[in-house]
């Protein structure tokens, strides 16, 4: 049946396409695209593909055909589709409360799962805020910071990617395309390099972390004093930028600068988090410790939420009713973020992590070393990224990166880009990835590489 209140005639719309089931063999598969002539053109989309239903580390498209599936949702699903623990903790949640509880009082899941992954982070860090997305999170850090302090000022890093709201935005510069048209942006913004090891210090990670801190200092020597500057925000690894780990001691320098002057450190954590770099936090490959940790994408396997994590003291400096969400720590979003933490502990899926990710970039490794179209690959642990380039000029080669990611598709691989120039495929696959299927993963690659 079609939805009264959409016509039957509208463009595309066709009542077997509405009531299509997956796996239902008599009704033919409908080509989604097809039928969403009514969603926006602006959001970008990776591929031009009809999704049916995901299992596992698979996703299905609309004909049946199965996709290894080695983006999660850009490194959401971390746990793969319908995890079975995580689905039966949403059934039950749904059963009991669906509807939001923050600003009425206290709701079972909300408050554990605070508890929980609290209980992840080094003591100090205490008190959660839940809310709906990883933009949604960062704006929040950066008002806290603002507010705490006093001062106006806010540090972030070139190439780094925060998130589409005002404030994630304005301090986000992975591309153009996301600012332009939006001045003016909100001010107070000041940027300096990350200490992006590729291409101009050839890997050398160390060199990378000096130049970038020596530009640092030159920022707040001569654009903004550190006494007026309220955060630093770092991701521990560059996501969106291009898959580059900052050294660990440029993260202890920067620990220093804001511990000297008084300044919040804000570790955007919405990719790196949740066991992707092998550790359960990117911080954590340098030993320091955040005034601010900002959790979205895997926290809930798919459901919409996100927290900034802090001290109880900065919360309380913060003060009540500063900042609020109305669907901010919905309790089954909560259910399932409980699940996911659960798992990820007892199926020791750092551990996992680590290990898949050696053997993924030992995998990757071969294949670059016979290619040099590949300038290099890149990461920690299951969040890595092997750079395509023009053989002969050494230059980002974003349109064959595409091509490849193309190609991997059409042979039962899922994988993204990232990168300025879009030049680096990505992978972040499923945490609970197998041996078996991170060798098929390098395979398909192998022959993606070989054949585009
Ligand atoms: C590091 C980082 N921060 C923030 C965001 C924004 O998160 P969201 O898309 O949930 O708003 C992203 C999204 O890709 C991200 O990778």
């Known amino acids: 049946m079609i939805p009264a209140n959409i016509p039957s005639d509208a463009p595309g719309l066709t009542a077997r396409a509405l009531t299509y089931t997956p796996g239902v063999s008599s009704?033919?598969?409908?080509?989604?695209?097809?039928?969403?002539?009514?969603?926006?053109?602006?959001?970008?989309?990776?591929?031009?593909?009809?999704?049916?239903?995901?299992?596992?580390?698979?996703?299905?498209?609309t004909s049946g055909k199965a996709y290894l599936d080695f983006a999660n949702g850009i490194a959401?699903?971390?746990?793969?589709?319908?995890?079975?623990?995580?689905?039966?903790?949403?059934?039950?949640?749904?059963?009991?409360?669906?509807?939001?509880?923050?600003?009425?009082?206290?709701?079972?899941?909300?408050?554990?799962?605070?508890?929980?992954?609290?209980?992840?982070?080094p003591e100090?860090?205490?008190?959660?805020?839940?809310?709906?997305?990883?933009?949604?999170?960062?704006?929040?850090?950066?008002?806290?910071?603002?507010?705490?302090?006093?001062?106006?000022?806010?540090?972030?890093?070139?190439?780094?990617?925060?998130?589409?709201?005002?404030?994630?935005?304005?301090?986000?510069?992975?591309?153009?395309?996301?600012?332009?048209?939006?001045?003016?942006?909100?001010?107070?913004?000041?940027?300096?390099?990350?200490?992006?090891?590729?291409?101009?210090?050839?890997?050398?990670?160390?060199?990378?972390?000096?130049?970038?801190?020596?530009?640092?200092?030159?920022?707040?020597?001569?654009?903004i004093s550190p006494s007026k500057v309220a955060s630093i925000v770092i991701e521990p690894v560059l996501g969106e930028g291009g898959y580059q780990p900052a050294a660990p001691s440029f993260l202890v320098a920067l620990r220093e600068i804001c511990d000297e002057h008084g300044i919040l450190l804000i570790a955007d954590e919405v990719q790196t988090g949740y066991a992707r770099t092998g550790r359960m936090w990117g911080f954590e490959a340098a030993g320091i410790i955040p005034d601010v940790v900002v959790v979205a994408k895997a926290i809930a396997n798919g459901l919409p939420l996100s927290a900034i994590v802090a001290s109880?003291?900065?919360?309380?400096?913060?003060?009540?009713?500063?900042?609020?969400?109305?669907?901010?720590?919905?309790?089954?979003?909560?259910?399932?973020?409980?699940?996911?933490?659960?798992?990820?502990?007892?199926?020791?899926?750092?551990?996992?992590?680590?290990?898949r990710g050696e053997e993924l970039r030992s995998g990757l490794d071969r294949i670059a070393a016979e290619d040099p179209r590949i300038g290099n690959v890149r990461g920690r642990g299951l969040m890595l990224g092997v750079e395509f380039v023009h053989d002969e000029t050494g230059q980002p080669d974003g349109a064959l990166a595409k091509a490849v990611i193309a190609r991997a598709a059409d042979l039962g691989l899922l994988v993204l880009t990232c990168g300025m120039s879009g030049q680096v495929v990505r992978w972040i696959p499923p945490i609970n990835a197998t041996s078996a299927e991170v060798s098929e993963a390098v395979e398909i690659f192998a022959e993606a590489v070989r054949t585009v």
């Open 124 to 223: 100090r860090l205490d008190s959660v805020m839940f809310l709906n997305s990883g933009s949604e999170a960062i704006d929040a850090a950066l008002k806290l910071a603002r507010r705490v302090t006093g001062r106006p000022g806010m540090v972030a890093f070139r190439g780094g990617f925060h998130g589409r709201t005002f404030g994630a935005m304005s301090i986000t510069t992975s591309n153009l395309n996301y600012r332009t048209g939006y001045e003016p942006l909100v001010p107070g913004v000041y940027l300096s390099p990350y200490p992006a090891a590729y291409p101009e210090f050839d890997g050398d990670a160390e060199r990378a972390a000096a130049a970038a801190l020596a530009a640092l200092g030159t920022v707040l020597e001569t654009e």
């Open 312 to 355: 109880r003291t900065r919360m309380e400096q913060w003060g009540r009713s500063a900042h609020g969400s109305t669907y901010g720590g919905n309790p089954v979003a909560c259910a399932a973020g409980i699940a996911v933490l659960e798992t990820i502990a007892e199926e020791r899926l750092i551990e996992n992590a680590a290990t």
């Open 76 to 121: 959401v699903t971390a746990l793969g589709h319908r995890h079975p623990r995580v689905t039966a903790a949403i059934h039950a949640q749904v059963d009991r409360l669906i509807g939001p509880t923050g600003a009425i009082g206290y709701a079972e899941p909300v408050a554990r799962l605070a508890a929980m992954l609290a209980g992840t982070l």
């Open 27 to 61: 009704v033919t598969p409908p080509d989604l695209a097809a039928t969403a002539t009514h969603l926006t053109p602006v959001l970008g989309r990776y591929f031009e593909r009809s999704w049916s239903h995901g299992d596992g580390h698979r996703l299905y498209d």
